[in-house]
């Protein structure tokens, strides 16, 4: 499903490069859950973003379904993304003039993979469909992370990728969102690659990486 090379990055400054990640090598296969954990500032968020090719590693090579993805024009990663990736990042990016089922329903409807009772299980599950008619300004931070955790999942991604999904949830619905992702995945095939600060959560993923000071050390025990 999923494999990461050899990635490296580094940021330029005028001090001189600042290394991020330094020969990182990752693989997913299909229907895994992998936990990702670390310090701010140890990569986490900058792999992620390389992973779905939002940023170009400085050197390094990320393949996803058979498709090296750092060698392929910037339209051609945008069909891969709408295709075969859910993104669940920390900024919600819901679409305003749309109420919350629409926002939920956007992608999976761009992309031709609209089921309306998957729709209404997301609703459900999520604790929304009291709030499906309505505008995100009026949601809590909560509530609209909740929405942007829906459109992810609306399209039944083949790779989902998640950058602290339950930042913003108390512990008994984040038990319940990342209840969830695994459900998709155990009916899907996906595989879910999901950034987090809680052991708790990564302890209930099928794997737990870590990363410090830009590469894999082994994951801490408490």
Known sequence: MLIAQNIHHAFNTQ????HVLRGVDLTLSTGE???LTGES???KSTLLHILAGLQEPTS???SILGTEVTSLSERAKSNLRKTH???IFQQFNLVPSLNVSQNISFQSRLNGQFDVEWQEYLLNQLDLSA????FPETLS???QQRVAIGRALAAKPSLLLADEPTGNLD???SEKVLGLMLSLIKDSGSSLLMVTHSRRLASKLGRHEHLRKGVFVKAPVK
């Open 33 to 35: 859950s992998m936990a």
């Open 171 to 173: 512990e008994e619905n």
């Open 131 to 134: 709030q499906k008619d309505v």
């Open 41 to 43: 500032g140890s990569g």
């Open 15 to 18: 001090e001189g490069p600042i």
């Open 141 to 143: 931070g909560g509530q």
């Open 60 to 62: 390094g090579s990320v």
């Open 85 to 87: 990736i859910g993104l």
